[in-house]
């Protein structure tokens, strides 16, 4: 059974930086394409950013590009999401989601496992 478990959220000020973490278990966690997502309240969920499973390319929401950065590490199983210059309109809860094919998707119907999700508030 995979499972997929994010921290690193928080509530933080205008322009601060967080990072969160996303560890995998109970899967092939080197092969899997993994993203973040994102869901602000009455928002649909959204895509931030993912990887390849080679980590060799990334991809970002064009409202994240040069603020956010998506790394893995996949001795410890883990994805990372840097999120740096915070703005109030990134406020939402923020999933992992790992990706069998491995391609590192921008489309939620691809991913085939996800997370809980952790609360990210930025206050202006």
């Known amino acids: 059974q995979v499972q997929l478990v994010e921290s690193g959220g928080g509530l933080v000020q205008a322009g601060d930086s967080l990072r969160l973490s996303c560890v995998v278990s109970?899967?092939?966690?080197?092969?899997?394409?993994m993203g973040w997502f994102r869901q602000a309240p009455g928002e649909e969920r959204e895509f931030v950013a993912s990887?390849?499973?080679?980590?060799?390319?990334?991809y970002y929401a064009d409202s994240v590009k040069g603020r956010f950065t998506i790394d893995r590490d996949n001795a410890k199983s883990t994805v990372y999401l840097q999120m740096n210059s915070l703005e109030p309109e990134d406020t939402a809860v923020y999933y992992c989601?790992?990706?069998?094919?491995?391609?590192?998707?921008?489309?939620?119907?691809?991913?085939?496992?996800w997370g809980q999700g952790t609360q990210v508030t930025v206050s202006s």
């Open positions: 989601a790992a990706e069998q094919q491995g391609g590192g998707s921008a489309y939620e119907y691809e991913y085939d496992y």
């Open positions: 109970g899967g092939s966690f080197s092969t899997y394409g």
């Open positions: 990887i390849r499973w080679s980590a060799g390319n990334t």
